[in-house]
């Protein structure tokens, strides 16, 4: 074997590379035809949303757990975002809106990373606009920072009445220093009838006054506040649980703490997260705590 792989020439190494690029095509073409099927079947059984949160974040770890080699897990992350997204959108066009009031260069770069050139993006300069738009539209995606509670206000207030769009996930899939669309991002969407991840639910809150114990009351529901902006009568937190806890726990936590009057909405969901960390030299997945 090793006078063989010594024998081995440029041209007989680019020739097997041609043969794989040529396989490589060869799925993806394949795959388009199983889309046409898939979006036929759907046709038969009434429709169906063309969106899968929950199965794109299964298939995103899967593909972060089994990858090895000299190929940078960034590029095969970014490939299999677009060939997911492009398909998505021969099955059903849409557009992404995206909340540039935080600076458009990460936010376009977030957007090309997860869903490629061939998906429009549609910039707003206020968080407002982007969630206007996607309740207008028939099926896009919106874009809003998670960080943006400071500067954009009570932005998920917006996403309380039923009908208002809501998050169906958290980009990125998975997390990691030094990724190359690392800003985390809610992705929002009219509301989906099938396929949502609940790994963790979010929940818009508005309470008459802030104590200096709500965090730990959140705390011991294993749940965080991710966002909080006055609104109405007193303050809005944007609160995120795991999937598991009910919206009556959150409620008794909150009054427990003495918040005063309070309402309570759920306003979406996404997957739990993955985070890289490092063990024994092996990079390695776990779901975020």
Do not use: C
């Amino acid at each position: 074997m090793a006078a063989q792989n010594t024998a081995e020439t440029l041209s007989d190494l680019r020739t097997e590379i041609d043969r794989i690029d040529a396989g490589m095509h060869a799925l993806l073409m394949e795959r388009g035809e199983i889309i046409d099927r898939i979006i036929a079947a759907k046709a038969r059984q009434g429709g169906g949303s063309a969106f899968h949160p929950g199965r794109e974040a299964a298939m995103m770890r899967a593909l972060a757990e089994r990858h090895q080699g000299k190929l940078p897990l960034d590029t095969v992350e970014s490939i299999w975002r677009v060939i997911i997204s492009t398909f998505t959108f021969i099955q059903m066009n849409y557009s992404v809106h995206a909340d540039i009031s935080g600076g458009d260069p990460m936010m376009r770069d977030t957007a090309r990373f997860h869903f490629g050139f061939t998906v429009p993006y549609v910039m707003h300069n206020e968080a407002a606009g982007v969630i206007a738009a996607v309740a207008r539209s028939f099926g896009d995606l919106g874009m809003l920072r998670v960080d943006s509670g400071a500067t954009a206000g009570a932005w998920w207030m917006r996403l309380v009445d039923p009908a208002a769009p809501k998050v169906i996930a958290r980009l990125p899939f998975v997390e990691r220093p030094d990724h190359p669309a690392g800003i985390p991002v809610f992705v929002i969407a009219r509301p989906l009838a099938e396929a949502a991840a609940r790994g963790v639910v979010l929940h818009a809150v508005s309470v008459e006054r802030w104590r200096e114990n709500i965090p730990a009351a959140i705390a011991r529901l294993s749940g965080e506040i991710i966002g909080n902006a006055g609104h109405g009568f007193g303050l809005s937190l944007l609160i995120a649980l795991p999937g598991g806890v009910a919206a009556d726990e959150l409620r008794s936590a909150l009054a427990g703490a003495g918040v005063g009057e309070l309402r309570l909405a759920e306003i979406g969901s996404h997957a739990a997260r993955f985070e890289m960390a490092e063990r024994a030299g092996d990079e390695r997945y776990r779901a975020a705590e």
